[in-house]
């Protein structure tokens, strides 16, 4: 294994599991298994790139920095040579963490300093300008992100934000320095470590400026940032005859269907509502599961008596919904319940025969990897920019873990067509 990643939720290691697989147009990825967790056993030998997943974003700062430490020590016994840690490409932190605790804990271990901090993914609409990160042509904190039930984002300026999770002092290397190209930026991190700046926010407003990182981070023991700061790393090793440049491989999975969304984003709660034209969907009364009388054979049934029509059911509400629902009953209680049901009927309907799974939202797509325990999860074919299929090794389940904010207006009937091959 040459590049090992650790991602703070499941959805966004399918991202950059998707990254890595793909790389730069016309060089080529890497050979690419997303990992549920830390794994008990040794890789695959022909993986070229390993991404665990953890479910690690939004619990203690202590407990995220110990399950990324314990995956970074089964990456390295893998023989990873660099390290990517990976975050929301809207950087979704408290003012204590968990970005700044994780991203130090990792640094010290490997003994580096001078690392890249760099979420942005343009294809996405997600840059960086002078520090400051910016959702298509809005501030983060004017996105939508400020409202975030878990990790509202008030403040746009990432090194601002960062300096309030960390001990040392953050860097910043400029538009300017990147648009010198890869030497320069080489120069300014080492400079910026020289200095005591463990951590170094980098701008990027292009694919470009991404190229340009992943360039001047070549021989970098640890980078993070979002799926868009790996676009470029896999070419590095395939220009050193290090690695030859994966095809991708899916030959389709057929078989029953099921989407289930937790995610409360304005993107997802628009697929929903272009979904529910189309196709039998059951929205999920939160007062309902909190007191019983909503269990996961109620969705099992509605799922299953709706096989072959694509039935979605969903607990995605507006802000002013969701924050009536915490308040009333506990954000963890709220979340701890949801998760369960998704979970279990996941579970169930895989049981039951379901070969094909669209899980929304990241919280609901942990919940749901973990239930199933499907071992590691090969990189298929991409739906939309950053949801690629994942397929299980037998190449009997399919899913797409869809991050909350991403996918086209159709994505979720979109994504069963592309799991059979259409």
Same mark, same amino acid.
């Given at each position: 294994?040459?590049?090992?990643?650790?991602?703070?939720?499941?959805?966004?290691?399918?991202?950059?599991?998707?990254?890595?697989?793909?790389?730069?147009?016309?060089?080529?990825?890497?050979?690419?298994?997303?990992?549920?967790?830390?794994?008990?056993?040794?890789?695959?030998?022909?993986?070229?790139?390993?991404?665990?997943?953890?479910?690690?974003?939004?619990?203690?700062?202590?407990?995220?920095?110990?399950?990324?430490?314990?995956?970074?020590?089964?990456?390295?016994?893998?023989?990873?040579?660099?390290?990517?840690?990976?975050?929301?490409?809207?950087?979704?932190?408290?003012?204590?963490?968990?970005?700044?605790?994780?991203?130090?804990?990792?640094?010290?271990?490997?003994?580096?300093?001078?690392?890249?901090?760099?979420?942005?993914?343009?294809?996405?609409?997600?840059?960086?300008?002078?520090?400051?990160?910016?959702?298509?042509?809005?501030?983060?904190?004017?996105?939508?992100?400020?409202?975030?039930?878990?990790?509202?984002?008030?403040?746009?300026?990432?090194?601002?934000?960062?300096?309030?999770?960390?001990?040392?002092?953050?860097?910043?290397?400029?538009?300017?320095?990147?648009?010198?190209?890869?030497?320069?930026?080489?120069?300014?991190?080492?400079?910026?470590?020289?200095?005591?700046?463990?951590?170094?926010?980098?701008?990027?407003?292009?694919?470009?400026?991404?190229?340009?990182?992943?360039?001047?981070?070549?021989?970098?023991?640890?980078?993070?940032?979002?799926?868009?700061?790996?676009?470029?790393?896999?070419?590095?090793?395939?220009?050193?005859?290090?690695?030859?440049?994966?095809?991708?491989?899916?030959?389709?999975?057929?078989?029953?269907?099921?989407?289930?969304?937790?995610?409360?984003?304005?993107?997802?709660?628009?697929?929903?509502?272009?979904?529910?034209?189309?196709?039998?969907?059951?929205?999920?009364?939160?007062?309902?599961?909190?007191?019983?009388?909503?269990?996961?054979?109620?969705?099992?049934?509605?799922?299953?008596?709706?096989?072959?029509?694509?039935?979605?059911?969903?607990?995605? *509400?507006?802000?002013?919904? $969701?924050? %009536?629902?915490? =308040?009333?009953? #506990?954000?963890? +209680?709220? @979340?701890?319940? &949801?998760? /369960?049901?998704?979970?279990?009927?996941?579970?169930?309907?895989?049981?039951? *025969?379901?070969?094909?799974? $669209?899980? %929304?939202?990241? =919280?609901?797509? #942990?919940?749901? +990897?973990? @239930?199933?325990? &499907?071992? /590691?999860?090969?990189?298929?074919?991409?739906?939309?920019?950053?949801?690629?299929?994942?397929?299980?090794?037998?190449?009997?389940?399919?899913?797409?873990?869809?991050?909350?904010?991403?996918?086209?207006?159709?994505?979720?009937?979109?994504?069963?067509?592309?799991?059979?091959?259409?």
């Amino acid at each position: 294994m040459l590049i090992g990643v650790i991602a703070d939720d499941f959805t966004g290691a399918s991202d950059i599991a998707n990254t890595l697989t793909k790389g730069l147009p016309g060089e080529g990825g890497l050979l690419t298994a997303q990992y549920m967790g830390v794994p008990q056993h040794d890789s695959d030998a022909d993986i070229e790139a390993g991404v665990v997943a953890l479910k690690s974003r939004s619990i203690s700062a202590g407990d995220a920095v110990a399950q990324s430490l314990a995956a970074l020590e089964w990456l390295l016994a893998q023989g990873c040579r660099q390290i990517v840690f990976k975050y929301c490409s809207t950087f979704d932190s408290t003012p204590d963490g968990n970005i700044g605790p994780v991203a130090e804990a990792l640094a010290e271990r490997l003994g580096v300093k001078g690392v890249v901090v760099c979420p942005a993914f343009p294809g996405a609409g997600r840059t960086i300008y002078r520090g400051h990160l910016f959702v298509h042509d809005r501030l983060l904190s004017e996105s939508g992100m400020e409202k975030h039930p878990l990790t509202p984002m008030t403040d746009p300026d990432i090194r601002r934000w960062l300096s309030r999770q960390t001990k040392a002092a953050v860097g910043l290397v400029t538009m300017e320095t990147v648009g010198e190209g890869p030497e320069a930026l080489r120069t300014a991190l080492m400079q910026a470590g020289k200095s005591g700046e463990t951590l170094v926010v980098t701008d990027a407003i292009s694919n470009a400026d991404l190229a340009t990182i992943g360039a001047a981070c070549a021989d970098a023991p640890l980078i993070t940032g979002g799926s868009g700061v790996a676009m470029a790393l896999p070419a590095n090793f395939i220009r050193r005859g290090e690695a030859r440049g994966a095809e991708n491989r899916f030959a389709g999975i057929e078989g029953a269907e099921a989407i289930l969304a937790g995610s409360c984003s304005g993107a997802t709660r628009r697929q929903i509502d272009v979904h529910a034209q189309t196709h039998p969907t059951l929205a999920i009364d939160v007062d309902a599961v909190m007191s019983g009388q909503f269990d996961h054979n109620r969705l099992l049934s509605f799922l299953e008596n709706n096989r072959g029509r694509s039935p979605l059911a969903y607990s995605s *509400g507006d802000p002013a919904t $969701v924050t %009536a629902a915490q =308040e009333k009953y #506990g954000r963890e +209680v709220v @979340a701890d319940r &949801l998760d /369960a049901l998704f979970g279990e009927t996941a579970r169930a309907l895989v049981a039951g *025969g379901v070969r094909r799974l $669209v899980i %929304a939202g990241g =919280e609901t797509s #942990g919940a749901v +990897v973990q @239930a199933l325990d &499907l071992g /590691a999860l090969r990189v298929g074919p991409e739906i939309d920019p950053g949801v690629p299929i994942l397929a299980n090794a037998e190449g009997t389940i399919a899913l797409a873990l869809k991050s909350g904010n991403f996918g086209s207006e159709d994505f979720l009937a979109k994504a069963l067509d592309a799991m059979v091959g259409r």
